[in-house]
């Protein structure tokens, strides 16, 4: 007997998966068919996506192995029972598991640059990305930087897109936990940069003795403890290592702050993100003049300091 069909106002997914791929036949009808059940699920976007639409496209377009750019035309493209197959799976995992997309596909793009992402290390999604693909070029507007250190790296998505986008720079991906490690170097033999990039189990500096670096960029863990307990059910697939940082989320930030200088040139600069733990930061530190970044495609919370501005206020960082 076939299987009724639900109530327009209800979820599809009481349907089996082989009775749902049976139904959609071109692209057009996959995409309008999870945009419509991501909307019922209420899900949370904030791993890539910012909307059900959004959300819909780039889970149809990445099962299916097709770009950001394909030609509109392919909407209409019929697909393969095996491919309407794998979108509904996936259209099912995400609303059912809350799974963040990217762990989903096993692939997350920053700074225009694909990583592999697993549980592992935390989705990519900062706005450092968009100082990447300037070059940094308000802090070095004539000579790159010649050495970079991303601390806290865990997939290595900021070093490997800094080393890609500054082809001359050398960088190190420091982080402490093994797993990210492993992401990392997957990573980086994915973009085969392994002759200028290297992976360092690091406990924050105490791996990096001697080194010195014109650039320190971290993304470290910042999430206060009211917010680690309010997020969204996505957040919980990803690393708790990566996400808490105490009551006010600045247990790590106040280590980098105060070990940074020994790690920098004399030229050079340190960048962090903190993102809503700004405020706990200003708080804590009234008196050092911390500039606050804006970004052209959103994001908020990230800071710089120069090895000047870091010696000039150590005593506050002691």
Known sequence: MAESLPDASSSTLVMSDEALAEGLVTLRDCLRWAASEFHLASLFYGHGTDSAWDEAVALTLGALHLPWNVDPAVLEARLLPMERARIVSLVRARIETRRPLPYLLGEAFFAGVPFSVDERVLIPRSPIAELIEHGFAAWFPVE???????????????????????????????????????????????????????????????????????????????????????????????????????????????????????????????????????????????????????????????????AAELDAHAASFA
Request: with cysteine.
């Open 144 to 306: 790159p930087p010649a050495r970079v250190l991303d601390l806290c790296t865990g997939s290595g998505c900021i070093g490997i897109a800094t080393a890609l986008h500054l082809p001359g720079c050398e960088v190190d991906l420091a982080d402490i936990s093994p797993d990210a490690l492993a992401v990392a170097r997957l990573n980086i033999t994915r973009h085969e940069v392994g002759e200028r990039v290297r992976a360092v189990a690091s406990d924050l500096f105490a791996g990096l003795a001697g080194q010195r670096y014109d650039l320190i960029v971290s993304n470290p863990p910042y999430v206060d403890s009211r917010d680690l307990t309010t997020m969204p059910a996505e957040f919980r697939h990803e690393p708790t290592l990566a996400l808490g940082a105490g009551a006010d989320g600045l247990d790590i930030v106040r280590r980098i702050l105060r070990e940074a200088r020994d790690y920098l040139s004399d030229a050079g600069v340190l960048i962090v993100e903190v993102g809503n733990s700004d405020h706990h930061l200003e708080a804590a530190f009234p008196e050092v003049p911390f500039l606050w970044l804006e970004f052209e495609h959103g994001g908020q919370g990230v800071f710089a300091l120069t």
